[in-house]
């Protein structure tokens, strides 16, 4: 059982950090709103409780100042996410300035340029939209997909956080494009920044209870971390609030500081004017669906239920994430370890407990180390979970006994629950376009239909009637959207990123490169004899920050350099086990001399039903290394890696 070996389940939770001292942002029972936290005493041990600085750093004997990375200063100065982006928007120029630059991230946007121009730096913005569990109503769809022709390059990208993402919006447009999402049903708010980011859950529309109970959760927990200012109304709308009434169950959970949680009086009761030290990522589900990659989130939720199917409460994890440098070893991927158990009426006070204790301990001075997965890491689960508490206002119960996790992409036919189906669609690296987008576009308009986004960036049709399903099967077959069984099983699982050419932190191609990575994959496939319905899960990311997860890949492919990738192996098609690192700058022309004698051997050494995963990492790196380092193709056709 997945409970038993929870300890085991959290590789990277017997990894300690050695990093210096540090306490975060005081509480609201100390620092009164509007006073700067740079001026609070300094604590001088780590161990205190009554004093405690706002930035995590050490202080020069003698000073009272505390390091804080510049990004702090700009939250800090904002006017909650307000200057000087209000400032910056009104302005000729193609871009905005450095400050503004941080802060149009929490309203759902990230500028970037193109880098295929060369000589001129060609300034465009990213938008990306905010789903919990991947909701998307058919109005959004529909004005989601104008957008994209309108204003963007002509494509909606579908995100491993079950959202949308615009490119190419130029920023004289920023306004008319958020305005149109906001009126529309969506939101970008949040959607990137130091902030809980968007929440995932199973997005298969069953009406099972658990998933329903999972779904809503997601639902509440989004709401409850929202941000309360108002700037993101102030700056796209006009002040005008066009928001849904919220359940008074989170009103209540947001505005409790029965354990000194809030910053009473502050237009930002939870995060205040610092919010968090990095962004924050959580994840619900249900026991054995883990299409949403529960153990690499800051928090993973999981629904318990009794005999009777009846919801109870929530197993939680934390201390997920898959960012890192590369050659940095004090930086890794992280997987969440077992936190405990709490009651159903208790999830938002548990949620918000640990969302506090990182917004007063998590690091501010070097945005490297500010995620929740590094102070765990630091004090140990032990240590978290007695903190935690001490906002929480109780014991967190004993961790639940869970059934294995298995992958679900929730693609082809289903039976919603309701006597409607849903028709879950593969969509190769999330992007489309063209004659897909066309068609999706006028199914989604003929029939009326909701969609929704999964974390493995494709799409589900949902509340279709059986007597459409023909008509809807054979549009989406004539564009080349295929039932499960016809796709090839390697792209069911990949995933890339973005990357080249517009994300400034990618060194090499991801998602434009990975079709020709997944096809010279079978290519290796067929030459060593491997069936095609064999499969290995595959993600490829142009930067060490693992935006698709490369982390908890079978094979994780990692930009690092021109060309050039770091290869991960080790991870399970479950996705319960961290991949490792297995080799540095490989060229892409040099793939096949690494692939071809890790699956030779894989084909004609593994175990009975042995993953690819599992077998790199029972025979054991130093091994598979010589094994490639000395490779000669059977067939007489290959090189040697070295030669």
Not at 271 to 300: C, E, H, M
Not at 490 to 507: D, E, H
Request: proline share 6%; glycine share 8%; charged share 25%.
């Amino acid at each position: 059982m997945a409970a038993a070996a929870a300890g085991g389940v959290a590789v990277g939770a017997d990894q300690r950090v050695q990093i210096h001292g540090f306490q975060g942002l005081k509480s609201s029972r100390s620092i009164p709103f509007g006073r700067s936290p740079r001026s609070l005493p300094v604590a001088t041990s780590s161990s205190s409780s009554s004093a405690v600085t706002s930035v995590s750093s050490p202080i020069k004997p003698g000073t009272s100042d505390v390091k804080r990375s510049k990004v702090e200063l700009f939250k800090e100065q904002s006017d909650f996410l307000r200057y000087p982006l209000n400032e910056e928007l009104t302005t000729d120029a193609p871009n905005i300035n450095e400050a503004a630059t941080q802060l149009i991230k929490f309203h759902g946007s990230y500028q970037q340029t193109d880098r295929d121009q060369r000589g001129v730096k060609a300034y465009q913005f990213m938008l990306r939209t905010k789903n919990p569990c991947g909701k998307v109503p058919n109005q959004l769809y529909l004005a989601m997909d104008d957008l994209a022709d309108e204003f963007g390059i002509g494509t909606l990208r579908l995100t491993t956080r079950q959202t949308f993402q615009l490119h190419g919006i130029v920023k004289k447009n920023l306004k008319t494009v958020m305005s149109a999402i906001i009126r529309n049903m969506g939101s970008t708010l949040g959607a990137c920044g130091d902030l809980n980011r968007n929440v995932l859950a199973p997005a298969a529309p069953y009406t099972k209870k658990e998933y329903v109970f999972a779904q809503e959760t997601a639902d509440n927990i989004a709401q409850l971390l929202t941000p309360q200012s108002g700037a993101y109304y102030d700056l796209w709308v006009d002040g005008e609030k066009i928001m849904s009434a919220e359940p008074p169950e989170v009103v209540k959970a947001r505005n409790d500081n029965s354990h000194e949680t809030n910053f009473p009086g502050s237009p930002e009761p939870i995060y205040g004017a610092q919010f968090l030290p990095r962004k924050f990522k959580i994840a619900v589900t249900v026991p054995t669906d883990n299409s949403v990659d529960i153990l690499t989130n800051d928090v993973g939720v999981v629904v318990v239920s009794d005999d009777n199917g009846e919801p109870q409460g929530f197993n939680i994890y934390v201390g997920g994430g898959m960012g890192r440098t590369h050659r940095v070893q004090a930086t890794f991927p992280r997987l969440g370890e077992p936190l405990g158990y709490v009651p159903k009426e208790d999830i938002l006070y548990a949620i918000k407990a640990i969302v506090v204790t990182q917004r007063e301990n998590g690091r501010r001075d070097d945005r490297r180390y500010s995620r929740m997965k590094y102070l765990i890491s630091e004090w140990g689960i032990d240590k978290f979970r007695t903190v935690a508490e001490q906002y929480y206002g109780k014991k967190f119960e004993p961790f639940r006994e869970l059934p294995e996790w298995e992958f679900k992409s929730h693609l082809g036919w289903h039976e919603q629950g309701d006597g409607a189906l849903f028709c879950g669609i593969h969509i190769d690296n999330g992007r489309i376009r063209e004659k897909v987008k066309k068609t999706l576009r006028q199914i989604i308009e003929k029939y009326n239909l909701n969609v929704r986004i999964t974390p493995n960036q494709n799409l589900i049709l949902c509340d279709i009637h059986q007597s459409w399903r023909q008509n809807i099967a054979t549009a989406l077959a004539e564009v080349g959207l295929l039932e499960p069984k016809d796709v090839d099983p390697l792209n069911v699982t990949a995933m890339a990123c973005p990357a080249l050419p517009l994300c400034p932190l990618a060194t090499t191609e991801a998602e434009r490169g990975i079709p020709d990575i997944l096809k010279r994959v079978r290519a290796v496939f067929d030459k060593v004899g491997l069936n095609y319905d064999e499969s290995v899960v595959i993600r490829v990311t142009g930067c060490p920050n693992g935006c698709a997860r490369p982390y908890m890949a079978e094979l994780g492919l990692v930009g690092d350099g021109p060309n050039s990738y770091q290869i991960w192996l080790g991870g399970t098609p479950n996705q319960t086990t961290l991949a490792k690192t297995f080799m540095d700058k490989v060229k892409v022309q040099n793939l096949e001399k690494v692939f071809e004698p890790l699956f030779y051997n894989w084909k004609n050494e593994r175990q009975e039903g042995e993953s690819f995963g599992s077998f790199t990492s029972r025979i054991g790196f130093d091994k598979l290394q010589e094994l490639v380092k000395k490779w000669e193709d059977p067939s007489g056709n290959g090189a040697k890696l070295h030669s």
